[in-house]
């Protein structure tokens, strides 16, 4: 990451004191490290009641009567109510208090994640289906409060190493207000949204959220009906995807920061892989490829790592673009970003689930994944050709600048005529 944190507070210059501050950031004290404990075991929970649906419910909750695209709509709403109940909970959260919203939303999404298990006694149809939206978009609401009041405890927590925090946490903060005030005419939002290469990045984290979103309600259903596969084992599939992701995404995390010339490169050859892989996964008829369980787990394990090429580089590439067109090296633009960051992750994990259900029941799981994969390879081609214009202009420039500085010396070096 570009930013390794905040600057020093005010009134603390002077050699000794900034000595001080420096050695005491890099020892947590008790305080700091129980927040930072609670902190992930929250975003560690929370993402695993979200993630643990994938495997059975689309499977149970077929079975109660919901289609294809209901059960893409009940995964896709958690993420738009998150993002909804994060902008209003941020804006109110001075008011609420942080320690109060932290522990009532956990309070609330791990209660209404319990209520879920036992919707399975509920008569099939629409009161079975009511039921599930209803429970999700309280989850949601509950996560959604958590996440927004853990972003500004660990900002108290952490006041220097704040954006190294929130990266290793891959905490999202929807709103930037919680952590500092900035000055709107330099940091506005719409400033940074309408840079074309943020608008790019934007698109991209979109496509890549939808990526993940569309195998919620679509690969369970797929993998049962076609290899006849128990509960556990389509749980197995599942892991192909989220371990090699885990595995991958720190050595691409590592490589992003000693080696920022290769992000880009791993922003455009990511995506091109993801969309080759859900290309195969069905695989789309026009290959001509005869669909096989060890296939499709060789396609997930890929599309993880292609997944941690892809969205990692991302925030450091949108921060660093920032901070290139008069965004103050600071908090309040790491604020910017990530509140960027988390809006486009949320709408894409809104969109997948829902398209994903929508297509597979209209025109079955193959082509709806590879339609998916459609938009993965859009994002990346388009990426690549900004970043060859980017690069021919920035050698049209150097070369402007170097001819204009030899005849500046040319005139130095000549004579004056009078």
Not at 46 to 60: D, N, Q, R
Not at 139 to 150: E, V
Request: charged share 15%; aromatic share 12%.
């Amino acid at each position: 990451m570009d930013e390794a944190g905040s600057p020093a507070p005010a009134g603390t210059g002077g050699a000794d004191p900034g000595r001080s501050t420096s050695k005491t950031s890099r020892r947590l004290s008790k305080e700091q490290v129980f927040v930072l404990v609670s902190a992930a075991s929250m975003n560690l929970g929370c993402m695993m009641t979200y993630s643990i649906l994938g495997p059975f419910f689309p499977k149970e909750a077929e079975k109660k009567g919901a289609s294809n695209t209901m059960i893409g709509m009940i995964f896709g709403c958690y993420a738009l109510f998150e993002l909804l109940a994060s902008l209003v909970f941020g804006k109110y959260l001075v008011h609420i208090g942080a320690k109060f919203m932290f522990i009532a939303g956990m309070f609330v999404s791990g209660g209404v994640t319990i209520l879920f298990g036992v919707l399975d006694q509920l008569p099939e149809g629409p009161i079975f289906i009511a039921m599930c939206f209803l429970v999700r978009i309280v989850d949601a609401i509950g996560f959604g409060a958590a996440i927004t009041a853990s972003s500004s405890i660990l900002a108290k927590a952490f006041p220097n190493n704040v954006a190294t925090i929130m990266e290793q946490l891959v905490f999202l903060i929807t709103d930037p207000n919680i952590i500092t005030e900035s000055d709107p005419g330099k940091q506005s939002f719409w400033k940074l949204v309408t840079l074309p290469k943020i608008g790019l990045i934007a698109f991209m984290i979109i496509s890549l959220s939808s990526c993940f979103g569309f195998l919620d309600p679509t690969l369970s259903l797929f993998v049962k009906e076609k290899f006849s596969l128990s509960t556990g084992y389509v749980g197995l599939v599942f892991l192909g995807l989220s371990l090699s992701y885990t595995i991958s995404s720190p050595l691409f995390g590592l490589l992003s920061d000693k080696r920022p010339n290769l992000r880009k490169w791993f922003l455009v050859f990511g995506n091109l892989i993801t969309a080759g892989c859900y290309m195969l996964l069905g695989p789309v008829p026009l290959l001509h490829i005869k669909s096989q369980l060890w296939l499709l787990v060789l396609v997930l394990v890929i599309n993880g790592v292609s997944a941690g090429m892809s969205i990692i580089p991302t925030f450091p590439e949108m921060l660093s673009c920032a901070y290139a067109n008069g965004f103050e090296d600071g908090i309040s633009t790491l604020g910017l970003v990530s509140g960027l960051f988390g809006a486009m992750w949320s709408v894409g994990a809104f969109m997948g689930p829902i398209l994903g259900g929508f297509l597979c029941e209209k025109i079955g799981f193959e082509w709806a994944a590879a339609i998916q994969g459609v938009w993965t390879l859009l994002s990346g081609v388009v990426m690549a050709l900004f970043y060859l214009w980017e690069d021919s202009a920035t050698r049209r420039r150097s070369k402007a600048q170097n001819i204009l500085g030899t005849e500046e010396e040319r005139a130095v070096l000549l004579p004056n005529d009078t």
